[in-house]
């Protein structure tokens, strides 16, 4: 446990009840103050008048374009680049099939090795985009290899042969040879129950020497077929698919998608239209804004209620005499605290606080300026306001409070979401009095 002294010059010493003896006897030094075992924790405070403006301008510029840039979108309509909504044609289905569970699509060869697949499925030069309509015309074909097959599975010794679009074979009642690996996601008409018309025939010729006097033609049923036929085309589509987002990405800036683009950044992009027309000059003039807002706030003004009390216990009454005038002081110690890892000597912002007294019937009648102090590890404050004695009335009861204003969150690269307070662990109001 740490603990914070504070000392001060002899004619701001406390001393409770009594005044100091060398001072005129018109002139007296009062002070309140706590101290904070644990230490009170005082949360950001939401204030669309003031920060969040211009934090959010700066996140837009710093952040988002930063991390997307225009090169990575497009705006008729808007769309992050080489995404469905960019075009349909980058639109690609489910994988079918995974090299994890197919071994047949796992090696694949084309035509010498599995390399060579991939040379293909990733050379853009085949892929023209014309007038934005890629057309990627060369690839591998490796995804049906994980489609079933019309040759039927002979067994040891005996023999199957192609003729026309059928199969003829010694036996009866085969199987296919290949009936597919498992699907990863559903084939329209896949899979079938029944995969063949089987005929007995007595044309034989080039089963084997001499030739049997029956055999059998496997000719597939239209079920069958289909389904062989939607899984090519699906897994052809696929792979052509996968080509025309890779090379569209290829192409995004110059340098490609992933050297110049963050997707959850563009994705806020493209539903922030905003962001598009907020310059790094604009958010300086946003920020000074809410600074001279803050910093001289006037009764009813937008940032007026930015504020709040630091402590409803800590607070200094009084009855003002005539031709009296109030010098007050207030300090605080205190220490940053947020979530998230950064250095607290790096965090970019001010943790601001002012005095206000108020008459018994809750009307403000003065405020100080506005004391800023940067938020930044432990820090302490010191401040001071006057107040004349032509804006208290004698006999009237006031009441001096103290105030603060931490803006709850920064949109700034590095600061997002940081969820922002203090932990005070002192307090003080020092008043001055003074009659002429």
């Not at 740490?2 to 018109?26: G, H, N, Q, R, W």
């Not at 992050?80 to 699509?105: E, G, H, M, W």
């Not at 039927?152 to 026309?164: E, N, V, W, Y």
């Not at 063949?196 to 496997?218: A, F, M, R």
């Amino acid at each position: 446990m740490s603990f914070i002294f504070f000392t001060f010059s002899p004619i701001f010493a406390e001393v409770p009840k009594k005044l100091l003896k060398y001072l005129p006897k018109d002139e007296a030094i009062e002070s309140v103050n706590k101290e904070y075992n644990p230490p009170l924790r005082k949360s950001g405070i939401s204030c669309q008048a003031a920060f969040e403006g211009a934090s959010r301008c700066f996140y837009c510029v710093n952040t988002l374009k930063a991390k997307c840039p225009d090169c990575c979108l497009k705006f008729a309509p808007r769309a992050v680049r080489c995404t469905p909504k960019d075009s349909d044609i980058y639109d690609c289905k489910d994988l079918v099939f995974s090299s994890a569970n197919c071994s047949a699509v796992a090696n694949c060869k084309c035509p010498s090795t599995t390399e060579e697949c991939n040379a293909i499925l990733y050379n853009c030069e085949d892929c023209p985009d014309t007038a934005g309509v890629m057309t990627c015309s060369n690839i591998p074909e490796c995804q049906q290899k994980g489609c079933p097959s019309t040759e039927p599975l002979a067994s040891l010794g005996r023999k199957c042969i192609l003729k026309d679009s059928n199969w003829v074979c010694e036996e009866d009642s085969l199987p296919p040879k290949f009936s597919g690996c498992s699907l990863s996601t559903n084939i329209s008409g896949c899979p079938v129950s029944t995969p063949y018309v089987i005929t007995p025939i007595t044309e034989c010729q080039g089963l084997s020497s001499p030739p049997p006097n029956n055999c059998y033609e496997y000719a597939p049923t239209s079920e069958y077929a289909n389904c062989i036929s939607n899984c090519s085309s699906y897994s052809d589509e696929w792979e052509q698919c996968t080509k025309r987002v890779y090379c569209c990405n290829k192409n995004v800036c110059g340098t490609g998608f992933e050297n110049n683009c963050e997707m959850d950044k563009c994705a806020e992009r493209v539903s922030w239209d905003e962001c598009d027309g907020l310059t790094l000059p604009g958010c300086i003039a946003l920020q000074q804004q809410a600074l001279d807002c803050l910093t001289n706030p006037s009764p009813g003004s937008a940032c007026s209620g930015c504020f709040e009390e630091i402590d409803a216990g800590l607070s200094y009454p009084f009855v003002a005499r005539s031709r009296e005038t109030f010098v007050i002081f207030w300090q605080v110690a205190a220490a940053t605290e947020f979530s998230g890892i950064v250095d607290p000597a790096d965090i970019p912002t001010y943790f601001f606080t002012m005095v206000k007294v108020i008459d018994s019937k809750g009307r403000e009648v003065h405020r100080s300026i506005i004391h800023q102090k940067s938020f930044q590890g432990s820090f302490s404050i010191f401040s001071a306001t006057s107040l004349d004695s032509s804006i208290v009335t004698q006999g009237e009861t006031y009441t001096v409070k103290l105030y603060y204003f931490l803006p709850q969150s920064l949109q700034l690269p590095g600061f997002e979401n940081l969820d922002l307070s203090a932990k005070i662990s002192r307090a003080e109001l020092i008043v001055m009095r003074t009659r002429d």
